[in-house]
C-alpha cells in the first residue's frame, strides 16, 4: 500500500521538456503520509519524473522499493495496493522466483502485453507502468474501485498521483463548487471527477494510454458479468473465504476492525486476525459485543473511546492531510483509530462492500424492489436520489443526472438500476472514504468482500437470494449462523454511525462537511 506523484512528459519524447523538479518533490510530498516506510523518486531519460511513498507490507525488503524498474531495464512502475495471487502468477506467466507483487507486474508489462492478463490479477491495485524505451505509458485501476488514481493532462505533460491535492498543486486548479454541491449532497463528486476542476479520477476497471489526452478504456471483463452457475449458499461461501484467505497475503502481522456486525465477524472467523479493534463514542458504540466476539474468538481486541469533545479536533488534524471535506462522519474515527494502531501494526481487514453486495440497505433496496418496472426514467431518477441524498437540497446537479440517465440505459426493473447505482456509484465512494482515512495514518484497509468473483456471482440474482420479508443479507446471515457467533444475528446493528450529542444524522453530516470549511476560509 503506498503512494505515488508522476509527472510525465508525454508529447513530444523528443523535446525533453524540463520539469521543476523542486516543484514536483514539494507535490510530492502532500501524499507522504500514505507511504511513511521508504520514499523514492527516478528520472527518466526523457525527464519524466517518478516519485513513491511505500507502506512495507509484501516483501518489506529493498528489494521491492520502487519506483520498481523490471530485470530487463525496460519498464518502470508505480503500483499501489496488493495483487494477492502474485505467486501464482510468477508460476503461470513468469516461471521464475518472484520476491513480491510489485516485481510480478513490472515483469509481465515488460514481456508481454500486460492488459492480456490484468483479468488474471486479484487483489486492490492502480499503477502505473511506463516503458522507458518507447516512453509509451498505462495507467490501470481495479474493478471494483479499492484503490484510488487521479490525472489531469497539463501542457505538454500527464500529471498521475494516488490522490487529487497534488495535482491540483501543479496545475494550480481550483475547488469545483460542483464537486463541493455533489459531496455536500451525495457525499462524493460524480463518478470520473475530483474535488478540484479538470483532475479526473480513473473510473474502476479502466485504463489510460496512447497519445496526448486519450480517453479512458475498460480492460478485458473488468465490467460485472452476471453468472451462469447455479445459485448455492456454499458456493457463496467458498468464494468468500477464498477472498478473505487472499486477503492474508501479507509480510507482517493482520489486524480485524470489528464493529460488532455480520460483516466484520464473518472475516475475523475465517481470517484469524492477531489483534482486533473497535471504536466509538462514549455513549454509542458496540464494545460489549465486540468483547464478546473477542473472548470466543480468542484473538486480544483493543477499544479506542472517542470523547465526543474531542472529535473536532482529531477531525481538524484528518483534514490538514485530506485537504478535502469529510463526507461522512466515521472518517474521523477511522483515521483515529487507525493512528491509534501504532507503527507495528500496518494492515487490517473490514467487511466493507457487504451491504452493497448482499443488499443491505434495507430502506432503498426494498423501495426498489416494490416499485417494480420503470416507465419514466427521468421521474425514477429524480425520486432515487431524492431518497439517496444525505442531506436537503434545492437542485439536482446535472451532472449527476445525467450520470444517472447513463447508467440507467437499456434497464426496465428499479432494482437493476438500484444494484448498478450502488455498485459503480457508492461502493467506490465508500471505498475512497476508506482509503483516505486508513492512509492519512499510513495504513492498509483490506475489504475481502469486494472480491470480483463474488460480486459477479451475485449480480443480478433474484431478490429473494438477498432479502425476505424479514431479514437482509441472507446469505451471509446463514454463514454467520453456521459459526460460533451466531448470536450476532440476533442483535440489532449501530454501525459507525457517529452521532454527536443532540444532534440528528443529517446535522451531523452537515457540522462535519462544514469543519473543512471553516478551517480554509
Known amino acids: 500500500m503506498c503512494g505515488f506523484f508522476l509527472v510525465l512528459n508525454i508529447k513530444n519524447y523528443s523535446d525533453n521538456k524540463s520539469i521543476n523538479y523542486d516543484l514536483a518533490r514539494k507535490c510530492s510530498q502532500y501524499i507522504s503520509h500514505r507511504g511513511p516506510d521508504k520514499s523514492n ?3 527518466s531519460a526523457n525527464g519524466s519524473f517518478f516519485s ?53 507486474i513490472a515483469e509481465i508489462f515488460s514481456r508481454y502485453n500486460g492488459l492480456h492478463h490484468l483479468e488474471k490479477f486479484d487483489g486492490m491495485f492502480a499503477f502505473c507502468s511506463y516503458d522507458l524505451y518507447t516512453n509509451d505509458y498505462f495507467l490501470i485501476r481495479d474493478p471494483i474501485g479499492i484503490k484510488p488514481l ?66 479512458p478504456q475498460r480492460w478485458k471483463n473488468s465490467s460485472f458479468n452476471k453468472s451462469n452457475e447455479d445459485f448455492s449458499n456454499k458456493k457463496i461461501e467458498n468464494l468468500l473465504i477464498e477472498s478473505i484467505i487472499l486477503n492474508t497475503v501479507s509480510d507482517v502481522p493482520l489486524s480485524g476492525f470489528q464493529s460488532g456486525g455480520f460483516d466484520s465477524t464473518i472475516v475475523t472467523n475465517y481470517a484469524n486476525p492477531s489483534q482486533l479493534y ?43 492531510i485530506k485537504k478535502e471535506p469529510i463526507s461522512v462522519p466515521n472518517e474521523v474515527l477511522i483515521y483515529a483509530l487507525c493512528k491509534h494502531l501504532g507503527p507495528k501494526r500496518k494492515v487490517f481487514l473490514t467487511g466493507e462492500g457487504a451491504d452493497e453486495i448482499f443488499f443491505g440497505y434495507d430502506r432503498i433496496f426494498r423501495w426498489a424492489n416494490k416499485y417494480g418496472i420503470i416507465r419514466s426514467q427521468e421521474e425514477f431518477i429524480y425520486l432515487f436520489l431524492h431518497k439517496y441524498a444525505y442531506t436537503e437540497f434545492e437542485d439536482i446537479p446535472d451532472r449527476i443526472i445525467n450520470y444517472a440517465l447513463e447508467l440507467i440505459k437499456n434497464k426496465k426493473l428499479a432494482i ?20 483516505k482515512s486508513s492512509m492519512a495514518a499510513g495504513k492498509e484497509a483490506r475489504v475481502p468482500f469486494c472480491s470480483k468473483s463474488l460480486v459477479d ?65
Open 41 to 43: 523518486e527516478f528520472i
Open 52 to 104: 513513491h511513498h511505500r507502506l512495507s507490507i509484501i516483501d518489506p525488503s529493498e528489494y521491492s522499493s520502487q519506483p520498481f524498474i523490471s530485470n530487463n531495464r525496460k519498464q518502470i512502475i508505480c503500483f499501489n495496493g496488493e495483487v494477492y495471487n502474485y505467486k501464482k502468477l510468477a508460476f503461470e506467466l513468469l516461471d521464475q522466483n518472484i520476491s513480491g507483487d510489485t516485481e510480478v
Open 150 to 215: 487521479y490525472y489531469k493532462y497539463f501542457e505538454d505533460q500527464l500529471i498521475v498521483c494516488s490522490e487529487s491535492y497534488p495535482i491540483s498543486m501543479w496545475c494550480r486548479s481550483k475547488i469545483d463548487p460542483l464537486s463541493e454541491e455533489e459531496i455536500r449532497i451525495f457525499r462524493r463528486p460524480t463518478p470520473g471527477n475530483s474535488f478540484f476542476e479538470g483532475v479526473y479520477e480513473l473510473l474502476p476497471g479502466t485504463y489510460l494510454t496512447g497519445s496526448y489526452k486519450s480517453k
Open 278 to 320: 473497535s471504536v466509538g463514542f462514549k455513549h454509542d458504540n458496540e464494545f460489549e459485543v465486540v468483547k464478546k466476539i473477542s473472548n470466543l474468538a480468542n484473538i486480544p481486541v483493543s477499544c479506542l473511546e472517542i470523547n465526543p469533545y474531542d472529535f473536532q479536533e482529531i477531525a481538524y488534524e484528518y483534514l490538514k
Open 416 to 435: 437493476d438500476f438500484v444494484e448498478d447505482f450502488f455498485l459503480n456509484f457508492h461502493l467506490p465512494g465508500l471505498l475512497m472514504r476508506a482509503d
Open 457 to 521: 456471482f451475485m449480480y443480478r440474482r433474484p431478490i429473494g437470494y438477498r432479502f425476505n420479508k424479514e431479514f437482509s443479507k441472507i446469505p451471509l446471515r446463514e454463514i454467520l449462523l453456521k459459526t460460533k457467533f451466531s448470536f450476532v444475528s440476533k442483535i440489532p446493528k449501530i454501525g459507525f454511525r457517529t452521532i454527536m450529542p443532540n444532534m440528528d444524522t443529517k446535522e451531523m453530516y452537515k457540522f462535519t462537511n462544514n469543519l473543512y470549511y471553516k478551517i480554509n476560509n
